[in-house]
Each structure stands twice: as structure tokens, then as C-alpha cells.
Nanobody, 124 residues
Framework: QVQLVESGGGLVQAGGSLRLSCAAS????????MGWFRQAPGKEREFVAA????????YYADSVKGRFTISRDNAKNTVYLQMNSLKPEDTAVYYC?????????????????WGQGTQVTVSS
């Protein structure tokens, strides 16, 4: 069992930055691929970014490429999402998720464990 706890969300003006963190419990964190997803009101949950177990491979949605950076620290059992140049359309609840499979996936159904989410609000 893996428990994930997100933090770092908040209210920020357009053009600003936030850094989300996701702390994981369990000794096997370093073997999991990790992903960030978001869900805005009335919309489906969508892929934001993912990172392989080693951190050697990263993937991004086109909408955040060049603005967001995913990273991980396996010694701290933590994955991060640095969000720069934020836009009002980035407003959503952001979730981190763990995928026990060796491949990195972008579909939410592929992920096995989820955090409770953290709200990010970007004002114009």
C-alpha cells in the first residue's frame, strides 16, 4: 500500500510560480513511476506530467511543456511539480499518482495509487 500526500497548492497571479510536492509512504517508492494530473470543475481528469522510477525520463502534456517541470527525490520519497508562467487555465485540483508498472503511462486508469489533491488557483 502506498499513501500519497500533496502540498504546495494555493492562489497565485497569472505569470507566477508554484511548486507542488507529493510525499509518499512505503519502501518501494523508488520503483514506481509517478505522475501529476489535474481536474478543473466540470472537466475530466487530465494528464499533466510523469516521471520514470529513476527520474531519467519525463513526459509532459503539450499544454504545460516548457512551463512545468517534474522531478523526484527517491531519498526523500517525494515527487515535485515546478509550475512557472502560470495561466488562469491551469486552475484545477492537482493530484499525484503512483504507477507500479515499469512503463510510464499518461492515462489515469493506469495508475494504482492517488493522493487527495491540492487546489491551484491562478487569477488573471
Amino acid at each position: 500500500q502506498v499513501q500519497l500526500v500533496e502540498s504546495g497548492g494555493g492562489l497565485v497571479q497569472a505569470g507566477g510560480s508554484l511548486r507542488l510536492s507529493c510525499a509518499a509512504s512505503g519502501r518501494t517508492f523508488s520503483s514506481y513511476a509517478m505522475g501529476w494530473f489535474r481536474q478543473a470543475p466540470g472537466k475530466e481528469r487530465e494528464f499533466v506530467a510523469a516521471i520514470s522510477w529513476s527520474g531519467g525520463s519525463t513526459y509532459y502534456a503539450d499544454s504545460v511543456k516548457g512551463r512545468f517541470t517534474i522531478s523526484r527525490d527517491n531519498a526523500k520519497n517525494t515527487v515535485y511539480l515546478q509550475m512557472n508562467s502560470l495561466k488562469p487555465e491551469d486552475t484545477a485540483v492537482y493530484y499525484c499518482a503512483a504507477d507500479v508498472a515499469p512503463l510510464v503511462h499518461q492515462g489515469p486508469d493506469e495508475y494504482d495509487y492517488w493522493g487527495q489533491g491540492t487546489q491551484v488557483t491562478v487569477s488573471s
